[in-house]
């Protein structure tokens, strides 16, 4: 009768608005029932309003009705939520197609809830309570419920398998054993599985230890990061502050150079503005000295004349004073200038060349399993030249002091694969760099040229002229990499501001300074490097491996096959990080980056 009830009811009591059994049940004056929250929130929206209405019949309200809770609703509410639960339960506990039926139940089957597996058979809740209850079934072994029950059972005999044959480890009846297997190596199953228990036991003993050991290894590189942090928190701190003493010392330099070009200045005024006032009082003596002249030779009296004359002309013909030479009066500053210019070439020189340092100081890795490769400490020194003991002597310059402590030796190149695959590098190829031509695979690291293009998105990294691809990998320190090639390609090593643009010699691998390649075919091999070509004697493999020691400058290719054999060697010097690179010449051909073993 209450389940009846739910069907008949289960619409008439949902609200409206949230269409869901009321929840906390209140009936308005027009009859419509709501959850007490749904109609609250609903008029909530309209405060705005002078009425309020009912969302069904819209009947309006001049005032926000009270709301009380409808205890009859909520009761019946209440009642249908039961009735619908205990349904749902009484379907849960029969069988569907992916459940294990009960074997006893009849007409519809219940859930097994075990599996016998010496009776093979499956039982329900219900059914299952004679192997709880009766000692007749105390020896019985109660499993998971499962389907395949008659696994357990010998096709030959129609008998429970309980033993094992060790040699080919197959599940035996026991009258197998003193039949067909007479005489063999047979085990009880129950044994065995103790036995293998043990070893199972030992595996998951080395599994936790291995697990334990690796949680210490993260810990260890947790803490190898904060170190890294802290120590670039710390080195950022130092560089800033010493490149503030720099510019601070630069500044003072400045200061002082300008001060003495004024105290210079002030000298060289003082001596021409006492120079200049000397030749303007002798301008007004003989301006002076040429009105006397004069009034003597308007004189009409001849005696009066020649009396003067004699006496004027002794003066008048003294020596005249010297003339003023003025050359190059600005030679000191531009002196000045001169030096200056010259101390601004040799800093930027000692910038430059101690900016590569740090800069590959820098991107050497610094966390390897194996081991940390040992770094040159860099040191700047800011130090005054000492003061001139005289102005005579030169302008204050700034001297730039670069120390490189005392540097480990280096460690001796690879001599066997074993030790160069010591230093192997996983490569992936870039997807923003590859010619729309080329098909990457293989979690993009197999390369092959096709003749139709590629749905790639527009990247001002993609190479747009050569079949070309770089790594995403930034390659410094010591690395080694293998590549298998098939029908022709170039391998390749490149800096990362390659041209990327047409099909010119500054986008292709080795026909420009910042990239060098090993152009292999079927017969031959050719290096190339800005350009020029150096062509090799032999044939090379199907496998090239590269060696790269970035800080040592050392590039090497070598054919792999049963053995290591040099192609070809570049000792120079790397300025920034590297990328591995391939170009696949025609259509078909393949480049693959392998995982050296």
Not at 77 to 83: D, H, P
Not at 136 to 148: M, T, Y
Not at 349 to 354: A, F, H, M, P, S
Not at 555 to 582: N, W
Request: charged share 30%.
């Amino acid at each position: 009768m209450a389940q009846k009830g739910g069907n008949v009811y289960s619409e008439s009591i949902s609200c409206s608005i949230c269409l869901d059994l009321l929840k906390d049940p209140v009936a308005l004056s027009c009859g419509h029932s709501y959850c007490m929250k749904c109609i609250e929130t609903h008029w909530d929206g309209e405060d705005l309003k002078t009425t309020y209405s009912c969302p069904q019949c819209r009947k309006t309200f001049t005032q926000r009705p009270v709301l009380d809770k409808n205890v009859l609703l909520a009761e019946l509410v209440e009642e249908l939520k039961k009735t619908g639960l205990q349904a749902a339960a009484a379907d849960h506990c029969y069988a569907g197609d992916e459940d294990v039926s009960c074997d006893v139940c009849t007409g519809r089957k219940m859930k097994a809830v075990k599996s016998c597996l010496v009776c093979l058979v499956s039982y329900c809740e219900k059914h299952l309570q004679p192997h709880y209850e009766s000692p007749a079934f105390k020896k019985h072994q109660l499993v998971e419920p499962s389907k395949n029950l008659q696994e357990n059972i010998c096709s030959h005999h129609n008998e429970v398998m309980k033993m094992i044959y060790r040699t080919d480890q197959q599940l035996i009846c026991y009258l197998c054993s003193v039949d067909k297997h007479k005489g063999h190596d047979t085990v009880k199953a129950a044994a065995e599985r103790t036995e293998r228990q043990k070893k199972l036991e030992e595996s998951r003993l080395n599994i936790q230890q291995r697990i334990q050991d690796r949680q210490k290894d993260v810990k260890l590189l947790q803490q190898e990061m904060k170190d890294i942090r802290v120590s670039a928190d710390k080195t950022v701190e130092d560089s800033e502050k010493m490149f503030s003493e720099l510019i601070h010392l630069i500044q003072n330099r400045s200061s002082e150079v300008e001060q003495q070009i004024r105290s210079q200045q002030e000298t060289e005024e003082s001596r021409v503005k006492e120079l200049q006032e000397k030749l303007e009082q002798e301008i007004r003596d003989l301006e002076r000295k040429d009105a006397e002249l004069k009034q003597t030779s308007d004189t009409s009296d001849h005696n009066h004349f020649l009396h003067k004359y004699s006496s004027e002309s002794a003066v008048s013909e003294s020596k005249p004073s010297s003339s003023i030479n003025i050359q190059r009066p600005l030679r000191h500053f531009e002196d000045m200038t001169a030096a200056v210019k010259e101390l601004r070439g040799k800093l930027e020189d000692v910038l430059k060349d101690t900016w590569t340092n740090i800069s590959l100081a820098i991107t050497q890795p610094d966390v390897l399993l194996s081991g940390p490769e040992p770094q040159p400490e860099l040191e700047l020194q800011l130090e005054p030249e000492p003061e001139p003991e005289s102005e005579s002597e030169s302008e204050p310059e700034l001297e730039l002091q670069i120390e490189l402590k005392s540097e480990p030796e280096l460690e001796p190149e690879p001599k066997t694969r074993a030790e160069f695959l010591k230093y192997s590098q996983k490569i992936t190829l870039d997807r923003n760099t590859a010619h729309r031509k080329l098909l990457l695979s293989n979690r993009n690291r197999k390369v092959t040229s096709v003749n139709q293009h590629q749905s790639y998105p527009d990247h001002p990294d993609r190479f747009t002229g050569w079949f070309q691809v770089l790594s995403k990998e930034s390659l410094t320190g010591r690395c080694y990499w293998e590549v298998k090639w098939r029908d022709g390609a170039d391998v390749a090593v490149s800096y990362k501001d390659i041209s990327r643009t047409g099909r010119t010699n500054d986008s292709g691998f080795g026909f420009n300074e910042k990239s060098w390649s090993l152009y292999c075919v079927a017969d031959s091999y050719t290096f190339w490097y800005d350009g020029t070509k150096t062509p090799g004697s032999g044939r090379p493999s199907s496998r090239i491996g590269v060696y790269l020691d970035h800080r040592a400058g050392i590039l090497s290719f070598y054919s792999v096959s049963k053995s290591m054999t040099l192609l070809h060697r570049v000792q120079t010097t790397f300025t920034e990080p590297l990328h591995a690179g391939v170009n696949v010449l025609n259509y078909g051909n393949t480049a693959e980056f392998i995982k050296p073993k």
